[in-house]
């Protein structure tokens, strides 16, 4: 079946550091793939997505996320965190399932940043 | 483009009590889909439409719940009756074309119901 797992559920980082969110996918064909960010009291924003080519895909505010076939997985980066980034980010593959084609959502990973 | 937008932003209704949430995606999206966002269990697809046509509505938790979209700038989110179990963030997204497209969320209804 089809899956999505952040196992992060907490991270803090300080301003300024780096920053890495995984993200592992279970599904048999190569999926779309997408980060979504979500801040208090706010809809899910789209950061990036993939679809095929380059597996490096860059995104708004400085992310960028890293398509590994091999490893099944689709994790999130930025070189220098802001404290504006604080937020809850979410993993999502656009797959079929069940005859349909769905969008499956990881449980997400909420990030804070001290200054 | 004003984006998808949701009302109420907050719903606080007592046990028992019908509730209607409603969306109006944005102008010209051809999919638009209702999920439900809890602690528990993250984010839940309840159900979603294709050109104003119910295409899944397998994550609908119960015959309680029910979903309409009389035509393709508004659906509603019809809950009857309520229960405390129902508490959530009820988001509505729209998508333009097919999955290669990404979701736009509106800001999403609080619903407490006590």
């Known amino acids: 079946a089809q899956s999505v797992t952040q196992p992060d559920i907490h991270i803090t980082v300080s301003e300024g550091a780096s920053l890495e969110l995984r993200c592992n996918y279970s599904?048999?064909?190569?999926?779309?793939l997408f980060w979504y960010v979500q801040s208090p009291g706010q809809g899910l924003q789209l950061l990036l997505k993939?679809?095929?080519?380059?597996?490096l895909v860059q995104g708004i505010k400085g992310f960028e996320a890293e398509f590994k076939r091999s490893q099944s997985s689709f994790n999130l980066r930025k070189p220098s965190v802001h404290w504006s980034d604080a937020a809850e980010y979410f993993c999502?593959?656009?797959?079929?399932?069940?005859?349909?084609?769905?969008?499956?959502f990881g449980t997400g990973t909420r990030l804070k940043v001290l200054a | 483009d004003a984006g998808v937008i949701q009302s109420p932003r907050h719903e606080v209704t007592e046990m028992g009590q019908e509730v209607t949430l409603r969306c109006k995606p944005i102008?010209?999206?051809?999919?638009l889909f209702w999920y439900r966002q809890t602690m528990m269990r993250g984010l839940e697809l309840l159900i979603y439409?294709?050109?104003?046509?119910?295409?899944?509505d397998s994550g609908m938790p119960e015959d309680r719940f029910s979903a309409k979209m009389p035509n393709a700038s508004f659906s509603t989110l019809k809950i009857q009756p309520s229960e405390p179990r129902d508490s959530a963030v009820y988001f509505c997204?729209?998508?333009?074309?097919?999955?290669?497209?990404?979701?736009?969320f509106g800001n999403g209804t609080r619903l407490t119901v006590t």
């Open positions: 993939y679809f095929s080519g380059d597996t």
């Open positions: 997204a729209s998508r333009l074309g097919q999955l290669n497209s990404p979701l736009h």
């Open positions: 999502a593959v656009g797959a079929r399932a069940s005859g349909t084609y769905k969008y499956i």
């Open positions: 599904y048999g064909a190569t999926p779309y």
């Open positions: 102008s010209g999206h051809d999919y």
């Open positions: 439409f294709n050109n104003n046509v119910p295409i899944d």
